[in-house]
C-alpha cells in the first residue's frame, strides 16, 4: 500500500515564525503536490514537483516556498506565518500506472493555525 | 481554464434512496477520479475512469465517465449512513496529466 505521511497532525504557530511542513511517500513516487484546504474553497494546490530539486509553482504559491532534496520528500515552508494560512494542509503524491493513472494517494493532512 | 464543477455541492437525503453526483469539466479530458473525505480526515481515492464508458462499482457506489458529454456521475444506491461525506471529483489539467483540478466536492449527509 502507498503510503504518504506528514509531520504533524496538529499545528499551532505565531504570526512571523518560519513553518516547516514535512511530507514522507514511500512508494517512489516521482510526483509530490501541496495543496490547502479551506472550507467552501476546495482543494487548491499551493506547489508541486517532478522530480529531485524540480518544483513548480500551483494556483496560489505566494507566501509559501517548498523543497525537494530527497525523492521521498516535498517540504513546505511558510517563511513568515500569517493568520490567513491557518488552514488544513494536505500532502499528495503519484506516479504513472497503467491502472491507475497518476493516481494521487493523500497524507493525513496537517492543520495548522497561526495565531 | 480547465474548470471542474460538482452538484449539488450539499446534499442530504435519508437512508435506502438513490441520488446522483455530477461532476462536468469543461476541457477535453480522458480520465477522471473520485475521492471520497470523511470530517477533518485526508481524501481517499474510491474510483479511477480511464476511458469514456468506463463504469466502476464498488457496494453501494457506482461512478461513470461520458468524456464526450465531459461528464461524470458517482450514484449512490440505497444509501446508508456510512457513506456520509465529502466526495470530489478530479480531471487531469491540461497542463500535464501529472496535476489534477478538483471541483468544489460535495457534502453528503445520510439521515436514518
Known amino acids: 500500500d502507498v503510503k504518504v505521511t506528514q509531520s504533524s497532525r496538529y499545528l499551532v504557530k505565531r504570526t512571523g515564525e518560519k513553518v516547516f511542513l514535512e511530507c514522507v511517500q514511500d512508494?517512489?513516487?516521482?510526483?509530490m503536490f501541496w495543496y490547502r484546504q479551506d472550507p467552501g474553497l476546495g482543494l487548491r494546490l499551493i506547489y508541486f514537483?517532478?522530480?529531485?530539486?524540480?518544483?513548480e509553482k500551483g494556483d496560489i504559491p505566494e507566501g509559501y516556498s517548498v523543497s525537494r532534496e530527497k525523492k521521498e520528500r516535498f517540504s513546505l515552508i511558510l517563511e513568515s506565518a500569517s493568520t490567513n494560512q491557518t488552514s488544513m494542509y494536505l500532502c499528495a503524491s503519484s506516479s504513472f500506472s497503467g491502472k491507475s493513472w497518476y493516481e494521487q494517494y493523500f497524507g493525513p493532512g496537517t492543520r495548522l493555525t497561526v495565531t | 481554464e480547465l474548470k471542474v464543477e460538482q452538484n449539488p455541492l450539499f446534499l442530504s437525503m435519508q437512508e435506502g434512496k438513490n441520488y446522483t453526483i455530477y461532476c462536468n469539466y469543461s476541457t477535453t479530458s480522458d480520465r477522471l477520479y473520485w475521492y471520497r473525505q470523511d470530517p477533518g480526515k485526508s481524501l481517499e481515492s474510491l474510483f479511477v475512469?480511464?476511458?469514456?464508458?468506463a463504469v466502476k462499482q464498488e457496494g453501494r457506489l457506482m461512478a461513470s465517465l461520458d468524456t464526450k458529454a465531459r461528464l461524470s456521475t458517482l450514484h449512490i444506491t440505497a444509501a446508508v449512513h456510512d457513506l456520509s461525506a465529502t466526495y470530489f471529483c478530479?480531471?487531469?489539467?491540461?497542463?500535464?496529466?501529472?496535476?489534477?483540478?478538483f471541483g468544489q466536492g460535495t457534502r453528503l449527509t445520510i439521515n436514518p
Open positions: 512508494m517512489d513516487h516521482e510526483n
Open positions: 478530479a480531471v487531469d489539467s491540461p497542463e500535464g496529466a501529472q496535476k489534477l483540478v
Open positions: 475512469l480511464l476511458s469514456n464508458g
Open positions: 514537483s517532478y522530480d529531485v530539486k524540480m518544483k
